[in-house]
DNA sequence: CAGCCATATCTTTTT
DNA sequence: GATATGGCTG
């Protein structure tokens, strides 16, 4: 039973609309997943709707899982008949079912990154496509932009308007398609776009989904794209009982194609559409708060809101800067360390935040060696990990004997002695018979020029068909547990006996682990739907709040959560906001960076930590950046000690450094390696040129050397590059070499 | 055909 | 710095 006294007014305003479209403005930390779920419960408990004509659609699984048990706990029995679940796994639901009305199999695998990158490097090879000029992942961009807009290969077609790039584009486009076609596969994107297509196109289907939803509810709005949009649009088309909730402060995925107007537009979408706006915010204290709303408010072209709360001020903002990303890896891993032996908190209050997965490593070694359990979200996804993905990919084959994607990944793998040569002459012989790879694989004696390789491709072959035999009367485990031991897979790995090897034991192990948990769960257990399950995972799904360990995650990874501490490293202009947004000419871009800021901000409940380094190692380059433009945009009266010490102060502080910067105040710096710069300190710098000279420089090139002037510890230089212009650099970061 | 070494490119963010 | 690719050799 719900009690709404627990609710605010507009809170309870959200629950109790039900009827026709509602939009719920929800600020950061408002409570909307508790609008939600007491909305659910209000339909089934008091309005006697039937749980099977609910659907609650969330971006991730874990937010979906999250959703489930809360509804649970309101309503107890029945409520299991309710939808919710992600974009992508309810697409892939209608499509298991109907799609063979447009001719896929309904037993289609789908493709991730890894696997559309494989494809797409085929169909370049094989349209002759220079990649150099034109990269796979410029196609698979242009691709996944266009699926977001809906449009499909002849429309883009349509639209080069013989543009020589978008022409390219559409012809890659429409065999991407044919070849996904052939494979009897779907990337992300198709899920969605197929979806659409099908209800769009198929009356029948639309109006058996139509019927079957009354009431439609869609969480995180602001970060559908145009694809999404028209999904809900129709699936809610005939109740029209749709409710949405969003924040447009917190849109961060434009990247992906999230259109911000889906939610600022809804009004005029849904003309009789209720607005309800919450802003009172439940999690944060008013310090923090005050932070994130000044920031915030640098931004334009967005729906006026204020956000407030009863809280008291609490803790000011801690603001850090250090010399280095590992002296600023030190002090977060100590300060954790010092809380949780203060009782202050425990591990699992903490999270540590950051920009790009790349910066986890240095805190990662760091944790380890203060001993601080921790977890890492993100990164490297365990199903996209080497070993995983081969097994994955004989559990495809065996599943789909079309992707010719998986079949090509563990052919040879482990090494069976079919090489490039054999390989190519099968895929051509499967080309022109226009039949897929596994098949010509099958009668591989009729391929002409196969000789020897014939005898190593028939034990292949029946493996495979031995598996799908054994599917029959075994459960997928079995299957899988065979295939490791007939393929050696794991045996050669323990010969290996490298810690790297033992790792991929254990992650192979994990795996069999998931498998029997899936099987355990599911009603009716079948390979097709394991492989779907995993394919739909997200990192963030494995992160289980109850465990105590501190949590590292990028700060796109950390919307919808919150943590009473929270550190957001590398304040940096530069890593955050992105130098790509610093640098693009669109403003919206840096806008769309300070949501992300906002969003970090909001995630903290009582602590918040920003940190930045001067020096950071970037892709094995030194920078030097400034603080970040959205700390200095907190007014000062919230920070702690702001400019107290002077390892907080904003000057730099070795005259060195301060002339570096100002050489190149436009551009963060690359610099020489470090060992270079110690070298150089201790033997006194010597020039192997003068001026006049002509000098190579590792990013602008070739030049002239104008002048050279001693200055401090170091000589300045001063060069007129052929590419760039005139330049003036420090001899010691500079690394100039004579030509 | 496989294993080794040189090189090139990468990075924002993810279902 | 790390990973993917390409060329070379045994």
């Known amino acids: 039973m719900i009690s709404t006294q627990m609710l605010n007014k507009e809170q309870q305003e959200g629950v109790l609309t039900t009827e026709g479209p509602v939009l719920i403005l929800a600020g950061a930390g408002s409570g909307k997943t508790r609008v939600l779920t ?7 408990d008091e309005k006697g709707v039937s749980p099977y004509n609910i659907l609650a659609i969330t971006f991730t699984n874990k937010a979906a899982a999250e959703m489930k048990s809360r509804i649970n706990e309101i309503v107890g029995f029945g409520s299991d008949g309710v939808w919710v679940s992600t974009f992508h796994s309810c697409c892939v639901r209608i499509l298991r079912r109907y799609v063979d009305r447009m001719g896929y199999d309904t037993a289609f695998t789908i493709y991730d ?19 150099k000029m034109y990269k796979e992942k410029m196609f698979l961009n242009a691709i996944s932009a266009a699926k977001n807009e809906l449009i499909d290969p002849s429309d883009f077609l349509a639209r080069a308007e013989g543009d020589f790039k978008q022409l390219k584009i559409a012809t890659v486009y429409a065999e991407y398609q044919k070849q996904l076609l052939k494979n009897n596969a779907m990337d992300f994107d198709d899920l969605i776009m197929k979806t659409v297509e099908l209800l769009s196109v198929d009356n029948e289907v639309r109006e058996y989904y139509q019927e079957r939803f009354h009431y439609i509810m869609v969480d995180e709005y602001q970060d559908t794209n145009r694809a999404q949009f028209m999904l809900i649009k129709l699936l809610a088309g005939k109740y029209k009982n749709l409710c949405v909730v969003g924040d447009d402060d917190q849109s961060i995925y434009k990247f992906r194609g999230a259109d911000i107007s889906n939610i600022l537009d809804f009004e005029s979408i849904y003309p009789n559409a209720k607005v309800i706006k919450l802003e009172q915010n439940y999690r944060s204290t008013q310090n923090i708060l005050d932070a994130a709303n000044q920031v915030i408010a640098n931004n334009r072209g967005r729906k006026p809101k204020a ?16 010399e280095s990303a590992s002296e600023e890896a030190y002090f977060i891993a100590n300060d954790i360390k010092k809380s949780v032996k203060q009782a202050e908190c425990n591990y699992n209050d903490c999270a540590v935040l950051y920009r790009t997965n790349a910066q986890s490593r240095l805190l990662e070694e760091r944790f380890v060696a203060n001993n601080i359990p921790y977890k890492l979200v993100g990164g490297v996804n365990f199903y996209a990990r080497k070993e995983i993905k081969d097994i994955l990919a004989y559990l495809k084959t065996i599943d789909n004997g079309k992707d010719d994607i998986a079949v090509t990944r563990i052919l040879n793998v482990p090494r069976r002695g079919i090489g490039m040569t054999s390989q190519n002459k099968v895929m051509d012989y499967a080309y022109n018979k226009g ?10 004696d009729r391929v002409p020029g196969l000789s020897r390789a014939v005898g190593k491709i028939r034990p292949f072959v029946d493996l495979i068909e031995n598996c799908r035999d054994m599917l029959f009367h075994n459960s997928p485990v079995k299957v899988l547990e065979y295939l490791i031991k007939e393929t050696g897979y794991v045996e050669e790995l323990e010969a290996e006996g490298t810690d790297e090897a033992k790792a991929r034991i254990e992650n192979i192990d994990e795996l069999i682990t998931k498998m029997v948990d899936y099987e355990q769960r599911a009603d009716e257990p079948t390979l097709g739907e394991f492989l779907e399950e995993v394919a739909l995972v997200a990192d963030i799904d494995s992160y289980d709040e109850d465990g105590d360990y501190v949590v590292l995650m990028t700060l796109h990874g950390a919307k919808g ?9 590398g304040m940096e202009d530069g890593i955050f906001p992105s130098y790509m947004c610093i640098t693009a000419d669109d403003p919206d871009e840096l806008e769309e960076e300070r949501r992300l800021c906002y969003v970090g901000i909001t995630r903290a409940k009582s602590h918040l930590t920003m940190t930045a380094a001067r020096t950071r190692m970037i892709r094995g380059e030194t920078q030097y950046n400034a603080v970040s433009r959205f700390v200095k945009e907190i007014p000062k009266e919230l920070l702690k000690g702001y400019v107290k010490k002077n390892s907080t102060d904003n000057m730099p502080r070795s005259d060195t450094f301060r002339k570096a910067k ?25 020039l192997d040129y003068k001026e006049g000279d002509r000098v190579s420089h590792i990013k602008f090139g070739e030049g002239t050397v104008q002048k050279i002037v001693q200055g401090g510890r170091d000589f300045e230089v001063t060069v007129d590059f052929d590419q760039v212009g005139v330049k003036k650099m420090f001899a010691m970061f500079a690394k100039l070499k004579k030509v």
């Not at 007491?38 to 089934?44: K, Q, S, V």
């Not at 990154?113 to 990649?131: P, V």
């Not at 956000?307 to 250090?322: M, N």
């Not at 039949?435 to 591989?444: H, M, P, R, V, W």
């Open 307 to 322: 956000l407030w709360t009863e809280k008291e001020a609490g803790d000011r903002i801690v603001f850090e800067q250090f």
């Open 113 to 131: 990154t890894d696997d559309q990158k494989s494809l797409m490097k085929d169909i370049c090879k094989r349209l002759e496509i220079d990649t």
């Open 662 to 686: 100002q050489a190149f105040k436009s551009k963060p710096f690359s610099a020489t390696p470090m060992q270079t710069y110690n070298n150089m300190q201790r033997q006194g710098i010597v």
């Open 38 to 44: 007491n909305r659910t419960a209000y339909l089934i």
């Open 561 to 569: 959560l919150e943590f009473p501490r929270v550190y957001m490293s």
């Open 435 to 444: 039949i897929s790879f596994y098949d010509a694989l099958k009668e591989g």
